[in-house]
């Protein structure tokens, strides 16, 4: 478990609390999402999660150990993977493989397991092929999908993701959500940062966050069905959502649907 | 008058053992007062075509023309890239953002740069004096627009100036193109076209660095939005609730692109609760 106690951190020089009295837990074999306005606090968070940064107040225990504990450092980066929102961030390696192998190689994964961890990510996330280009040759998205493989290939108990499809096409939003669902049905903790409430809708629990400060923690359901709570931390319902909610108010009988395959299914039988 | 692109090619690291070839004879006309989107997979050469439209790149093949010039004119074409990070140099937002008026020799200066952060939502007094660097991700990624419209460029190029945006981000990122449109020639990348569907003059579908389409948004939806199919997208949510309608016989003449117009639209094919 990452459990964060009434943690608050304010950036030196900011005039508020990027997080304010956050208590939060982070369980194995689940998926919890983030979403919030610009500014309140997701990024933030994320860099809390594994120990980036420190909590000014309260304290962030990832396994039982306190991400304050200078000497416990490496454990806590080597349980908790980060995906930064921006992929030029994290790159550390000459070239593709290179940089996905850094991570695992720190761990002292061996040779041979190394390769396969590297051949694997970069599978995963449709990069094969790519392997001995320079990283900042790559177009934004293929960036994002080589910081997704860097992460993978550590194979962390916990994965934090920041916005890990802001980059990506339709198509590649989906394998990487699939790859999420298959993180956490391995048993995996996974955090996923977005502004897709779409996105959001799929997972176990879901935390809004306002100004750094908890505004929802709970199914989605009960956030996603709360349009005045909806508007008021300036997240958008999924369109297909508000295609069905229009439809309803105007008489017509709707079922829960979240695709525009089921909406029309449910219409035109 | 426009920004022109004729049989526009790129390739990159020639000769090099990772050459590689991403764009391909592109013909784009760019008019002030359009809004032309561009669409396309990851890799499929749209930030490149952009690099080449702005003058950051020099065409392989093909060439690019503002208003009738031999290159690109400064000060006529602004760019918005899709790491706004890898924008910023100066030390405060507002001194980023007054560069470019000031660089052109605007009188305006303060005005320009307090109508810019004003139009995607950064108020100047809270952002204003603070690091660029420091932003969070939808900050920089509005700062960095409000540093290009300060300098109302005659021709608007944007990689992506919604993604990670927030609700009201995008709203108000939208409503300022569109008001930046009234004078100028925006030229406009993204994974997200639903908002822009509804506005825009002419779409440029990419495909592995080919045009597979290039056209005016009735055309491309014509087909069930082939075009999409065969670069490897799916159409936005509200679009495609509306084709699956039609698939299945729903009676639907104009695509709506804004959900609660589909909403209506659906409803109108069918014809009243049952
Ligand atoms: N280094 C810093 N110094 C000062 N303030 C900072 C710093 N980094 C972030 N902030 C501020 O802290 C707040 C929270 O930032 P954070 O990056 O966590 O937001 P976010 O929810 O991830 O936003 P976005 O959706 O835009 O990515 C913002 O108001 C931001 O401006
Ligand atoms: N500097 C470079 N050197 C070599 N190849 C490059 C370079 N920049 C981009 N490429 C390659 O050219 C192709 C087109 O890249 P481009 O950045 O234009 O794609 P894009 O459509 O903007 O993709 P994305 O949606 O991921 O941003 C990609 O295959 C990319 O790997
Ligand atoms: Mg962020
Ligand atoms: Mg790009």
Not at chain 2, 50 to 70: F, I, K, N, Q, Y
Request: with cysteine; glycine share 10%.
């Amino acid at each position: 478990m990452i459990v964060f106690e009434a943690v608050s951190f304010t950036y030196p020089g900011a005039a508020r609390p990027a997080i304010a009295d956050l208590t939060l837990t982070i369980a194995s074999a689940s998926l919890l999402a983030v979403v919030g306005a610009n500014g309140s606090g997701k990024s933030t968070l994320a860099r809390l999660a594994d120990g980036l940064l420190v909590p000014d107040s309260g304290r962030v225990m990832v396994d039982g150990i306190d991400t304050a504990d200078e000497q416990r450092c490496w454990d806590v980066r080597s349980r908790v993977g980060l995906v930064l929102q921006n992929p030029d961030n994290q790159i550390v390696g000459t070239v593709v493989e290179e940089d996905v192998a850094f991570g695992p190689e720190n761990l002292g994964v061996p040779r041979e397991e190394l390769r396969s961890r590297v051949s694997d990510a970069l599978a995963v996330v449709g990069l094969t092929g790519l392997e001995r280009r320079e990283p900042h040759l790559l177009s934004e998205g293929q960036k994002q999908r080589l910081a997704i493989a860097g992460a993978l290939a550590m194979r962390p108990e916990y994965l934090v993701l920041d916005e890990p499809t802001a980059m990506l096409d339709q198509r590649g939003r989906t394998d990487v959500l699939g790859v999420l669902d298959g993180l956490k049905l391995a048993g995996r903790g996974v955090v996923h940062i977005t502004q897709d409430t779409g996105e959001a809708a799929r997972a176990d629990l879901v935390l809004a966050l306002d100004a750094g400060s908890v505004a929802y923690l709970g199914h989605p359901a009960g956030l996603l069905g709360d349009a005045s709570l909806m508007a008021e931390l300036g997240l958008e319902a999924p369109p297909i959502q508000v295609i069905a909610d229009e439809l309803r108010r105007s008489g017509f009988t709707v079922p829960e649907v979240s695709t525009a395959e089921e909406l029309v299914e449910a219409l035109w039988r | 008058m426009a920004l022109v692109a004729k049989d526009l090619g790129y390739t990159y690291s020639t000769g090099a053992p990772y050459e590689s070839r991403a764009l391909t004879g592109v013909d784009l006309r760019l008019e002030k007062g359009e809004l032309c989107l561009v669409v396309g997979s990851t890799g499929s050469g749209k930030s490149t075509l952009l690099r080449l439209m702005s003058g950051l790149l020099e065409p392989g093949v093909g060439s690019v023309r503002v208003d009738d010039a031999e290159s690109v004119v400064r000060g006529s074409v602004g760019i918005v890239f899709q790491n706004p990070e890898t924008q910023f140099f100066a030390e405060t937002v507002s001194a980023d953002v007054a560069f470019g008026p000031k660089n052109l020799g605007f009188s305006d200066v303060d005005t320009a740069v307090s109508d810019a952060m004003l139009a995607v939502g950064l108020e100047p007094v809270e952002f204003g004096e603070r690091s660029p660097f420091t932003l969070s991700g939808g900050e920089a990624r509005r700062a960095a627009i409000a540093g290009v419209l300060a300098m109302r460029p005659a021709y608007l190029l944007l990689d992506e100036p919604t993604a990670g945006l927030d609700r009201r981000g995008r709203e108000v990122v939208v409503r300022a193109l569109l008001e930046a449109r009234l004078k100028a020639g925006v030229l406009l990348v993204t994974h997200d076209p639903g908002v822009f569907l509804a506005h825009a003059d002419r779409v440029l579908v990419l495909a592995a660095g080919q045009p597979v389409f290039y056209g005016n948004v009735t055309d491309l939806l014509e087909d069930d939005g082939a075009p999409f199919d065969v670069a490897g997208l799916v159409l936005p949510d509200v679009v495609r609730a509306q084709v699956l309608a039609r698939s299945r016989g729903a009676r639907i003449a104009r695509f709506a692109f804004d959900a609660t117009d589909a909403a209506r639209t659906l409803a109108g094919a069918l014809g009243g609760p049952s």
